[in-house]
């Protein structure tokens, strides 16, 4: 098992940047995909971005191409979601996941068991 624990996140201008950490207790980081999801208000929690366990490939939703990046650093335990040239559509509460999905199903949030509280993202514009 895996206990996943955010920060990072608060009250940016548009076109900012922030950096979203997720620190991780239990199994190593390495051992398993890693995401980040998030969810606005009266909306479903939608994919952000992910890093496959097996090789570290990422992949990220159309709309943060270019402006997010996901990234790990084993030593630390931690998963991190750089975010540039934030948005007020990128408001959210952002949720870090811990599973083996299969494959093409790393996109599905059911899909991971693992989940840390969520730590909120606003962008104000």
């Known amino acids: 098992q895996v206990q996943l624990v955010e920060s990072g996140g608060g009250l940016m201008q548009a076109g900012g940047s922030l950096r979203l950490s997720c620190a991780a207790s239990?199994?190593?980081?390495?051992?398993?995909?890693m995401g980040w999801f998030r969810q606005a208000p009266g909306k479903e929690r939608e994919f952000v971005a992910v890093?496959?366990?097996?090789?570290?490939?990422?992949y990220y939703q159309d709309s943060v191409k270019g402006r997010f990046t996901i990234s790990r650093e084993n030593a630390k335990n931690t998963v991190y979601l750089q975010m540039n040239s934030l948005k007020p559509e990128d408001t959210a509460i952002y949720f870090c996941?811990?599973?083996?999905?299969?494959?093409?199903?790393?996109?599905?949030?059911?899909?991971?068991?693992?989940w840390g509280q969520g730590t909120q993202v606003i962008v104000s514009s």
């Open positions: 996941a811990a599973d083996l999905p299969p494959w093409a199903a790393y996109i599905d949030w059911k899909r991971y068991n693992y």
């Open positions: 239990g199994r190593t980081t390495g051992s398993y995909t």
């Open positions: 890093i496959l366990w097996s090789g570290g490939k990422t």
